[in-house]
């Protein structure tokens, strides 16, 4: 029902800094949730970061401390500024709803295609 679109990707090297745009084109109402996820090769998709309906932000333990979520406004246009990437950062990164409260489990439906980011040493 809602099309997400992640974009922003690219290749970089160890230590620097990307930030990566999600758009929802064609939808007006307002997601109350919003989130990252990401998949490496061989591994399934998990939860990067997610912003919430009050503004507040929860990370993944793996990038607590170098990424940030943010929204812009009260649209559903948001970023994930990623700072200091390493090569296990590489993957196909993925914006879609977060969850009500912190949670392992990624939402089911609305994924599009993602945008790869590959971090070289």
């Known amino acids: 029902q809602v099309q997400f679109v992640a974009s922003g990707g690219a290749l970089v090297q160890s230590g620097q800094s990307l930030t990566l745009t999600c758009a929802t084109p064609g939808t007006t109402s307002r997601i109350s949730n919003l989130g990252w996820y990401r998949q490496a090769p061989g591994m399934q998709r998990e939860i990067v970061a997610a912003?919430?309906?009050?503004?507040?932000?929860e990370y993944a333990d793996f990038v607590k401390g170098r990424f940030t979520i943010s929204r812009v406004g009260d649209t559903n246009m948001n970023y994930l500024q990623m700072n200091n990437l390493k090569p296990g950062d590489t993957a196909v990164y993925y914006c879609?709803?977060?969850?009500?409260?912190?949670?392992?489990?990624?939402?089911?439906?609305?994924w599009g295609q993602g945008t790869q980011v590959t971090v070289s040493s």
């Open positions: 912003i919430f309906n009050d503004g507040s932000a």
């Open positions: 879609n709803r977060g969850p009500t409260t912190w949670s392992p489990f990624p939402p089911s439906t609305d």
